[in-house]
């Protein structure tokens, strides 16, 4: 069937206004592609999440313990509510990795006896498992192998526990345990130099001394059964056997890191696109009520005809509509395109065995309706408009706009405004809802940007703190156990180390009323200048005598202050119970830190200093001769080379950062475009007669040009301060959804940032006036005279 | 006698603006008889434009009564005056009111489209001579030949009545005489009935019947014993 006549017109009205309404789409297209992206990719990510935990069987408790007997498994099993309990030996290994020069880290993890693990089943990737009753066989995560360049047949050698052993990798595996997998001490993922390794129990159990004993146990609960009520059962079995306090999932490292992303990305579906859709929405109803205005012959002559008032409604609503699905399309094709990259992007951080961006139904049908909303909503006042005009009343030109002189013109008056100013200013308080509107929508590009362009400032107060005033160690030693004072003077005399000094980790319950956190108490000595911590100010603090320092993140979650005091739960050796007065706050950017005196601790705990980490400064020249001693020294679990996280974290960071920063300045610019352009082209619609008018009178170009541009560029000026106001309260908000367990965004909002905000956002809203500028010079003075309104 | 098509009695109408009463008519009583050619004259102002609108359906009366044969068009719903509209009534304009963005056949489709009974657009365009421009946009046209279009336009449905407002007024003598031909041509062959407003008094020779309008009443109704023909009219 032919397209109706009316139908047609439409057509060639949206071809005729394609750029208005190619500007309104690509706002719209913003809102509909951060949906498709965000649920999508949410979606995607959580379908696999949760398959994935289902196929291989992901435990939901967790403890480590010393050495626990075998026998407790039975007993373990009976606990209420829990479904399948397994044992296992883990453990901290070195590894001599061909062509590494600096020791990497593994940890290492038993397969059972029979059969394969009736939780955080490995999933295969290349080869096979190693043979049960092997002793040198090694299955190792899919990431450490290709980091490293290794396939099946591969050797490498470790050290387990002491004795060096030359071992052969059977295949390659992920694990719902490591998706994300981060090495002992380590800030980001390191997979040339730490790895996850499979090897039969038995082989294991040799090498730990574990014979009949586990030091590792996972639980998978009942469908009744609460990981709050199982934790503290278990740690009562565990406990005569150096239990290390069971957790659930949600203390679990990998977890939290895909939860983490998972509420990111759930936050974006939530906070940004209402604002493009709402910006959307008044962008239809600004352009639709000039085109009602434009076409009220039309609307006439359609009711003369005998149009229907459903029919010319549904006209208008179409085009609404059309423009509504020209952003839906952009919005799904750039939204499907970016969440690939998305996904894309997860593989190389998460170690999924599959995540492909399953584009399905509900992010498209969410998004489209979304849209479709949006446009029906900011057409619904121009649609009503056209609805109730009387044919009769259609056919004659409209009234010209009341201008009323108010308390704006008084001042103008008072200030002796030229008449082409107080033009300007009456198109403000004429319209002093569009006026409104337009400032809040630019001010929206500029909070925009703001909150985009305040994050390298931030990253670079992380990076100052982090690396420079707290962590300014090269290298961390990591050692298999605690040990007492005399490692330390062991490391010092390994070549090309500067400086040494000891740290200890020790596992621990805080609490503090009802609120409690499972850490680990990082206690230096107090002369420590290597590895220290920095208060608000930047300076440094240290705990003094018995007392504790708190992370400032920790000290929220407790609601603790400097003064309260809190309890103390050793996870380890005698399980002692301390009470410690907290002494200062420290701004810290990573994990829930808590710090105390060594020497101190050790007294509190009545027994000598121990050390769980060796902190070095070394002379980089030497640092082969260093890795090579350190990879013969017993008692080593592995290093963190912190220059390197330095240099790999400035470099993730700045990646990403650039291609965030593009792609916000490209929606800003987007936003801006749409409301300048649409709001001079109006004005443009709206004035011509007026315009031409004075340009017979004879007002020069620039002049006539001024009243058009000026309102414009007034509202954008307006819009700043207001946009600065926003932008703060955006990137605040920003910061407190950012901030978690794992990390937090120091707040940093530096002029420079408002600075180049404003200047985007009023570069584009020039430009975007300038271009209709450019339609005065064509403007034909005798036609716009003669035509009607 | 032909029989009657309109009909009113004491038609009333006020606009409201503030607090000024403006009256466009001041109870008017009117017969018009199917299949005549009628011409309103009357400067501008004095109500005829009015009378042609709530005859047509587009406006209502503030007093009085109006019969389109014997439906009362004074009684009826919105919805009931856009069916009146749509099935019995073409209306021709002094701008002619075409949409920019449809060319000469599309703009008569609009009409056919949602006509019971219409004329192919072709052969509407035909009855006016415009059978060679089908596929120009309005912008493409003369005024003359717009004007044209949208008698096409208003006959396609083949109205019972054809109200045209100042039909002429925006064109010159030459042009203007080529629409008032197309006028004559469709009240003659199809008998339409035909109701033309205009201020040119020239065009009254035309009529069968002229009806005068001053300051919203029917100062005097006059029929014409001889009909002068288009072509002699000039103005």
């Known amino acids: ?64 313990a010393k050495r626990a007997p075998e026998s407790l498994l039975g007993e373990i099993r009976a606990l209420p509510g829990v479904r399948v309990a397994e044992t296992r030996i883990v453990g901290q290994v070195v590894l001599d990795v061909p062509g590494l020069s600096e020791p990497a880290a593994g940890r ?28 040198d066989e090694v299955m190792v995560t899919r990431a450490f192998a290709d980091a490293n360049g290794f396939v099946a047949g591969d050797r490498f050698s470790a050290n387990l526990n002491g004795r060096k052993r030359e071992l052969t990798i059977t295949g390659t595996a992920l694990s719902p345990e490591y998706i994300y997998v981060l090495g002992p001490g380590a800030m980001l993922p390191d997979n040339r130099r730490f790895g996850v390794l499979w090897m039969p129990r038995r082989a294991l159990a040799a090498a730990f001394d574990l014979q009949g004993a586990f030091n590792d146990v996972s639980l998978a609960l009942t469908r009744e059964g609460r990981a709050e009520e199982v934790i503290p059962a278990l740690d009562r079995i565990l406990a005569p056997y150096g239990g290390a306090g069971a957790y659930g999932r949600a203390e679990q490292a990998s977890h939290i890191f895909i939860e983490g992303e998972l509420t990111q990305l759930r936050a974006l579906a939530q906070i940004l696109p209402p604002i493009f859709f709402v910006i959307s929405a008044f962008l239809v109803n600004m352009v639709l009520a000039r085109i009602v205005t434009l076409e009220r012959g039309v609307i006439g002559l359609l009711k003369a005809l005998g ?11 179409k085009f609404a509509s059309l423009v509504a699905a020209i952003g839906i399309v952009i919005g799904w094709a750039v939204g499907s395109w970016l969440a690939q990259g998305m996904a894309r992007l997860y593989t190389e951080f998460f170690e999924f065995p599959y995540l492909v961006f399953d584009p399905r139904g509900d992010s498209y049908a969410i998004s489209a309706a979304a849209g479709l909303v949006a446009a029906g909503l900011g057409a619904v006042q121009g649609v009503r408009r056209a609805v109730r005009m009387p044919p009769a ?62 994050f390298p400032d931030s990253l670079d107060e992380i990076i100052d703190t982090s690396f420079f005033r707290q962590n300014r160690q090269d290298a961390m030693l990591i050692l298999t156990r605690d040990q007492t004072e005399n490692v330390v003077e062991d490391v010092r005399h390994l070549p090309g180390v500067i400086a040494a000094e000891p740290m200890q980790y020790l596992p621990v319950v805080l609490r503090h009323g009802h609120l409690s956190r499972r850490i680990a108490i990082e206690a230096r000595d107090p002369d420590a200048t290597l590895s220290r911590v920095t208060d608000a100010s930047g300076q440094p603090v240290a705990p003094a005598g018995g007392g504790i320092i708190l992370s400032d993140r920790l000290a929220e979650r407790l609601a603790v202050k400097p003064g309260d005091k809190v309890q103390v739960e050793v996870l380890t050796g005698r399980r002692d119970t301390l009470t410690v007065p907290v002494t200062d706050i420290a701004t810290v950017y990573f994990g829930l830190g808590a710090y105390m005196d060594r020497g101190a601790l050790a007294r509190l705990l009545r027994s000598p200093p121990q050390a769980s980490v060796v902190n070095i400064a070394m002379d980089r020249q030497r640092a082969d001769a260093l890795y090579a001693a350190a990879k013969e020294t017993p008692g080593l679990a592995g290093t963190v080379l912190l220059f390197q996280t330095r240099a790999s974290f400035r470099e993730t960071i700045s990646r990403n950062v650039l291609n965030t920063t593009v792609v916000y300045i490209l929606i800003a610019v987007l936003i801006t475009v749409g409301v300048t352009y649409n709001g001079a082209r109006i004005q443009l619609s709206e004035r011509a007669r007026e315009l031409a008018s004075l340009r017979i009178l004879g007002f020069s170009r620039a002049e006539v040009s001024y009243i058009l541009m000026g309102e414009l560029m007034l509202l954008s000026i307006l819009a700043q301060p207001v946009g600065w106001l926003l932008g ?45 500028r450019r339609r005065i010079d064509s403007l034909d003075l005798v036609a716009v005279m003669k035509t009607r309104e | ?45 004095s109500g005829k434009s009015t009378l042609l609108n709530i005859l047509g359906g587009l406006d209502r009366a503030s007093e009085g009564q109006a019969w389109f044969r014997d439906a009362e068009l004074t009684a009826m719903t919105d919805r009931e005056l856009t069916v009146y509209r749509r099935d019995h009534v073409g209306f021709v304009f002094q701008f002619y009111n075409l949409v920019a963005s449809l060319t000469a056949r599309e703009n008569v489709e609009l009409v056919t489209e949602i006509a019971k009974d219409p004329m192919p657009a072709a052969e509407a365009l035909a009855m006016v001579g415009l059978d060679k421009r089908l596929d120009h946009f309005p912008a493409q046209l003369s005024g003359g030949e717009q004007q044209r279009v949208a008698i096409a336009r208003a006959i396609a449905k083949r109205p019972e009545v054809l109200l045209c407002d100042e039909p002429t007024g925006a064109l010159d003598s030459k042009t203007g005489v080529q629409v008032l ?34 300051d919203g009443r029917i100062s005097e109704v006059r029929e014409n014993d001889s009909r002068a023909q288009p072509s002699d009219i000039t103005w």
């Open chain 1, 393 to 454: 009343v259609a056919m004659v030109p409209p009234a010209p706009p009341t201008f009323k002189r108010g308390l704006s013109d008084r001042l103008a008056t008072w200030a002796r405004f030229s008449q082409p100013s107080m033009m300007v200013l009456r198109g403000i308080t004429r319209w002093p809802g569009r006026a409104t509107f337009s400032v809040l929508a630019i001010s929206a590009a500029v909070a925009m940007l703001m909150s985009a362009s305040f």
């Open chain 1, 307 to 317: 149009y229907s008032d459903l029919a010319v409604a549904g006209h208008f609503l």
């Open chain 1, 108 to 135: 290492v993890i038993s397969l059972p006896e029979i059969d394969v693990p009736a939780l955080n089943l490995p999933l295969v990737v290349t080869g096979r498992p190693p043979a049960q009753d092997s002793v």
């Open chain 2, 1 to 45: 006698m032909s029989e009657l098509i309109f009909r009113s009695e004491g038609l009333t109408k006020v606009y409201r603006t503030g607090d000024v009463s403006v009256y466009a008519l001041r109870g008017v009583d009117l017969r018009l008889h199917a299949g005549e050619l009628t011409v309103l004259l009357g400067p501008s102002g």
């Open chain 1, 728 to 772: 703060w309260a955006f990137a605040y908000a920003q910061v407190k959804s950012f901030s978690s367990d794992l990390y937090s965004l120091p707040f940093v909002m530096n002029p420079a940032t408002y600075a180049k905000a404003s200047l985007v956002v009023l570069a584009a809203s020039a430009a975007s006036a300038l271009i209709v």
């Open chain 1, 1 to 64: 069937m032919a397209m109706h006549v009316l139908d047609r017109k439409l057509l060639r009205d949206l071809k005729r206004m394609w750029a208005q309404v190619l500007a309104i789409a690509l706002v719209l297209a913003c809102g509909v592609m951060i949906l498709v992206l965000a649920i999508g990719v949410q979606r995607s990510l959580q379908d696999t999440l949760d398959a994935y935990y289902e196929r291989n069987r992901f435990a939901e408790v967790f403890s480590g």
């Open chain 2, 181 to 214: 031909e197309a006028l004559e041509r469709i009240n003659t062959e199809l008998g339409t009935t035909t109701i033309v407003i205009t201020h040119n008094a020239g065009i009254q020779a035309m009529a069968h019947r002229v009806v005068f309008f001053a």
